[in-house]
């Protein structure tokens, strides 16, 4: 799998077109030809480069952060450095230069790699997680309030949050970015000077990009006495920036952590970080010369042909495109019920698709300019009359579950209505699909829990665009009641 | 339009009976580890030892690939010094040992899953959440 790395020498803004097809095909695949998976990443990302540079969606600031610094050290060295090198010293300008450099390309990491991004679970995953929670809550009919697993980590007790978006339990440290609409692992915030998540992919990046940025700025301003009391201000933001992330490093917290106090001695007496080694030297050690994990994503993978294609949207929400197997013939009870769901789906896509003139519908951007597909016929006996929405199996591993309020979480994709159940020869329709294909259903939105973020760093989660996926969403969970 | 002769691999299709998901075990933290206890799906399928074997390796794979030991060091402080640069050109530790692991996967899939009419998936093609093993029933294959 590639490594996803930003390549600047080989860039090219890529249509976002059909490709050729690829010798990998078989005869028995079909005629279109294989898309990467950035293309229909569910997340609110935008890719360049041929899914070699991944940003957030709002880069206009990252922009203006670029300008800021060009301009600033452009004049440094045109006007500035010519003066310096002959009174002084030519190491000035080289010293400048380098450091410049170093800031730039530090940026440019820290905005273009991928921060960490979990992959959206595969329905089978999905149905599975959901199996063994709803035998826990014993629950019926409507999705039951937010769960999390608690577990113990060095002695301290942790609780995982589930993610409904991402359907996921998140890993420890791992956050849902409202406006990335991603899962990251060990998120620390969303950077809009950067123009991306920070997280555990680029947080050394990030750090270097500060420290550097706040040597580069002393550097500048200290040979110009003049403008010093202007730039002041900037120059001190950033170096209190700096200052402020060395300490998170040599605690091993993460800036979410830290705003929400988790670990603060003041929640309790016996709280303190599982994570931390309990030395600054290994601390700062792990955070920035640990080894780098991969990209979990896989931006410029095939899709494989048989999985359902899903078009991206602008905002994000992926419209699950009916899937074009055929049923089996054997109707078992989770066959029955697997293909009711597809035929409920199958049923309102074309619907949602042709009533391209209603506000309600998302149509792609011609950024995307992917289509929706209309696989919509599906071959089947027809649905079995009862749909059970209980599915009485032997519980494998069940953690402790309790439910709470979901505070930092996105509820915007709710769960599907009819989530009846976890199935087990579901497989011969999702045999290749990877995580980037996995629907967020749009459906009813969850009941009961608060939207928008209350701890965290992340600016608000109510924007237009998603006051109007929300809309969406309801209105295609209506379409779905009434098709039932 | 309906692709009725999309892909569906008679194989695929029919044969698969069940996929089992093998969780994280984060009770030592945010390293990749996985569980180790026996799904009861595979209790006819597999030795519980043979298993067992297998997931200790893949999670002793997967503490090696996220060692801090010498060699990342060194990696990371040449990577800091060259901004980060050297990235374009090398493989970093954590890939070869994700390769090891592919490899790894592969040859238990050959000599001990795939006789039993089980599949190991690499966690990483699921962002390593989860290692899903395919039971495939026990059918004869029909074209």
Known sequence: FPPGKASMRECEYSQISTRSSTPMETPYKKRTPKRKKWETFPGRNKFYCDGRIMMAKQTGVFYLTLVLILVTCGLFFTFDCPFLAQQLTPIIPVLGGALFLFVLGTLLRTSFSDPGVLPRATPDEAADLERQIDVANGTKGYRPPPRTKEVVINGQTVKLKYCFTCKIFRPPRASHCSLCDNCVERFDHHCPWVGNCVGRRNYRFFYMFILSLSFLTIFIFAFLTGTVVVCFFSVWSIVGLSGFHTYLISSNQTTNEDIKGSWSSKRGKDNYNPYSSGNIFTNCCVALCGPLPPSLIDKRGFIEADAPQMAPLTNGITMYGATQSQQSHMCDQDQCIQSTKFVLQAATTPLLQQRSSEPVIITSSPENGTSLPARASLTLGGPCSSLPLGQPTPPTSTPSLSCHEATDMLPIHGHSLNHTHPLQEQAALHHYLTPEEVPSPPGMLHCGSPLGHSHTVQTSFYNPASQDSLHEDSVRGLVKLSSV | ?143
């Open chain 2, 1 to 143: 339009m309906a692709e009725t002769h999309s892909l569906q691999d008679m194989r695929q299709q029919a044969a698969v009976a069940a996929k089992v998901f093998i969780q994280r075990d984060y009770s030592n933290g945010t390293m990749c580890q996985f569980q180790t206890k026996f799904p009861s799906e595979l209790e006819t399928k597999i030795d519980k030892q043979q298993f067992e074997e297998t997931i200790r390796t893949l999670n002793n794979l997967y503490a090696e690939a996220e060692k801090l030991g010498s060699q990342s060091f060194i990696e990371g402080c040449l990577a800091c010094l060259t901004a980060y640069t050297v990235f374009l050109c090398m493989e970093t530790h954590y890939e070869k040992v994700l390769k090891k692991i592919a490899k790894y996967i592969q040859e238990q899939n050959d000599k001990i899953y795939a006789p039993r009419g089980l599949l190991l998936t690499d966690p990483i093609e699921r962002g390593l959440r989860v290692i899903e093993i395919t039971i495939y029933e026990d059918r004869s294959f029909s074209r």
